[in-house]
């Protein structure tokens, strides 16, 4: 074009900025001023915009300065623009001076004012400009219940919500996904069916965004059902309009939140089928829906899968970055396999928090104290700043690792040096630390003096540093403070019930199973499953519905019979109190994690790690069985209960049989 006019620069450069190409559109600005093209209020509202996207504070003073020095006068929308610009900047001074200093306001102007002041944490100032609104529309209600929401207000945000119905608002499609995350923060399903009756009043169920909204509620409120009804629904209409990037978007984010819905519900086998499904209808895979997937192997401890999962990741070229690193760290570790948690860890270029909190947690998990508190020291030196959850792992680690006095200057060193407040989970590992060293004593002033009586996680690690001291009147005490605080948990029955029958006070401990019983308190059955190949095989004690049960059952009697020739003899003391001695034997022997260990042993090469997962505590039985299975047999044999590792080699286990 030979004669190039402001309207025309006006044109390429907003063209620019609408498809999010904010470095040429002010390549382009800064070429019309080369050719002495004096830009209008369009062009500067249009650069101030580019300035805000990428964040850039220098250029845009630099525009509002040359707006002021040329006289050109400010209509609202360029001042908003300006506004825009200082807050999305966090030049907050520049916005509220401006923003006083606007002879005109319009709607938009107090909504920007109203979000800066929610972005740092001034509800109250945003509350009052809120309320001083000439008008509020539709997005004034938006901003105000999204950003309480952002600050933790959903009490507020909810009672907003409210008054935004009751005043007669129509909500828009943003309104709609707002109320379900905040129904969703809530875990409120019953506002979320009202959210979902008020779609269904307004015709827009079939609106993609609002359904997916709609989805990840049901998901976050444990509706799995529901959520399954409309997922069914929205991936049907993908398949007949899979060419439009609209649909293909919606239904990539449809899929991850089921996937991420059946991992948080921990129903593991559906997210894995889902995630399957998901991969042979040729959907994108989101990272979202990889860390969710990798997270759901953790939890169920299947390392198989999860090395499968990693390597699906590098086939795809997803590229690990820290979030997907810390996630696939974290899968090694609660799956049983250390040493690839520290492959991982060590191809990491400069660790940040979440990789080092996930590595600590993991050797503390597998009883690597003293690793892991050097690891923290090492991560300290390096200059990265701990946060609540490596605090976690590292007083874990000390626990486990005896490190009484490191524990405690660690755990002095937390509020001191980084201000983090302690959680329960950090006053339940300083108990655990103090009951470990056997001072019980001090582990009771700790709890006291800490105001935690209320806490039934502190009692229940009180109560397991009683059991391996041998300190039945402490546990008799500690056990009946459980039972105030947790009448229908059946572990403080059982563990005093225990207690009883190992002091031979069989009508105490009768009684406790009376009250038990009374009461309807079931015990959680105990379960135990390994995975060989591609198949994971699980047992419940005294199982015999396995396609190999006589094999199973011969082998473990014959096995018994050898590991009493060493030493070994059934803790019938600690199973019920109301069956003879030779059938208490029976019952113990039946154990689910012994059927899972002899399943292993015939199914697997000798020399080959048995890695077994256990939805309970492992019994002291048990644990005794294992660790003589591995001295009789040479076997290394790795076992994960609910607390922790337990890796059993050469008739030795990594917790110091303390667990």
């Known amino acids: 074009m030979l004669d190039r006019d402001v309207r025309t620069w006006t044109v390429l450069l907003s063209g620019s900025a609408r498809v999010g190409s904010f470095s040429e559109a002010l390549d382009c600005f800064r070429r019309m001023q080369n050719e002495c093209v004096l830009p209008n209020k369009f062009t500067l509202s249009c650069v101030l915009k580019c300035c805000s996207g990428l964040y850039e ?31 999305k900047c966090e030049a907050f001074d520049y916005a509220k001076k401006l923003f006083e200093l606007m002879e005109d306001r319009d709607n938009v102007s107090w909504n920007i004012m109203v979000g800066a002041y929610l972005q740092i944490g001034e509800v109250e100032r945003s509350l009052d400009l809120f309320e001083r609104l000439p008008e509020k529309g539709v997005v004034s209600w938006n901003t105000i219940v999204d950003g309480l929401m952002k600050n933790g207000l959903q009490g507020t945000a909810l009672e907003l919500l409210y008054r935004m119905i009751s005043s007669g608002h129509v909500f828009n499609k943003v309104t709609f996904c707002i109320a379900f995350n905040l129904a969703s923060s809530l875990s409120n399903v019953e506002l979320g069916r009202q959210i979902h009756g008020l779609v269904l009043t307004f015709g827009v169920q079939d609106d993609r965004f609002i359904r997916n909204s709609l989805i990840d509620m049901y998901c976050k409120c444990g509706e799995m059902e529901k959520a399954h009804v409309l997922f069914r629904k929205i991936s049907g209409e993908f398949l007949r309009t899979r060419n439009s990037k609209i649909s293909c978007e919606a239904e990539i984010v449809s899929w991850s939140s089921m996937i991420s819905g059946y991992v948080r519900n921990g129903e593991y086998e559906d997210a894995f089928k889902t995630f399957s499904s998901m991969v042979r209808e040729q959907v994108w895979v989101s990272k979202f829906s990889l860390t969710s997937i990798v997270s759901a192997c953790a939890n169920a401890g299947i390392l198989e899968l999860g090395r499968q999962m990693h390597a699906y990741i590098t086939k795809v070229g997803h590229k ?111 108990v655990d630390l103090y009951g470990r060293a056997g001072r019980l004593n001090e582990a009771k002033e700790f709890i006291y003096n800490n105001r935690l009586s209320h806490l039934s996680a502190v009692w229940r690690s009180l109560l397991s540093s009683c059991r391996l001291h041998k300190d039945f009147s402490t546990a008799k005490w500690v056990s009946e403070k459980l039972l105030q605080l947790e009448p229908f948990e059946s572990g403080p029955y059982i563990l005093l019930s225990n207690m009883f029958a190992a002091e031979r006070k069989w009508e105490e401990a009768a009684k406790i199973r009376s009250l038990m019983q009374q009461r309807g308190v079931r015990k959680h059955p105990g379960q135990s499953w390994i995975q060989l190949k591609d198949l994971v095989h699980t047992f419940v004690a005294g199982d015999r519905s396995h396609p190999q049960v006589t094999e199973i059952y011969s082998y473990l009697d014959k096995l018994i019979g050898r590991l009493k020739e060493i030493g070994y003899s059934s803790d019938v003391e600690m199973v019920m109190q109301d069956v003879e001695e030779e059938q208490g034997e029976v019952l113990l022997g039946h154990h689910s994690e012994k059927l899972a260990l002899v399943y292993g042993i015939i199914s697997t090469p000798c020399g080959t790690p048995i890695r077994i997962m256990k939805n309970l505590r492992v019994c002291t039985d048990c644990h005794t069985f294992i660790k003589r299975t591995s001295q009789l047999l040479g076997r290394e044999v790795i076992v994960r209960d609910i607390r922790r590792f337990h890796h059993f080699k050469h008739g030795r286990c990594s917790c110091g049989d303390y667990w």
């Open 57 to 87: 504070l220098r250029m845009g003073k630099g525009v509002h300065g040359w707006i002021v020095t040329s006289g050109i006068g400010l209509d609202v929308a360029l001042e908003n623009s300006i506004l825009d610009l200082y807050v």
């Open 320 to 430: 690990v970055d820290a979030h997907l690193s810390s996630s696939l760290i974290d899968m090694y570790a609660k799956c049983g396999s250390l040493d690839d948690a520290w492959i991982i860890f060590k191809q990491t270029d400069n660790p940040n928090v979440v990789q080092w909190t996930s590595m600590i947690s993991g050797c503390a998990l597998h009883g690597q104290g003293r690793e892991a508190v050097r690891l923290f020291e090492y991560m300290m030196k390096k200059g990265v700043t701990p946060n609540e959850v490596t605090f976690i792992g590292v007083l874990t680690a000390c626990s486990h690792a005896g490190m009484l006095e490191e524990g405690c200057d660690y755990f002095r060193l937390m509020e001191e040096a980084y201000g983090i407040m302690p959680r329960f989970e950090h006053f339940a590992c300083m």
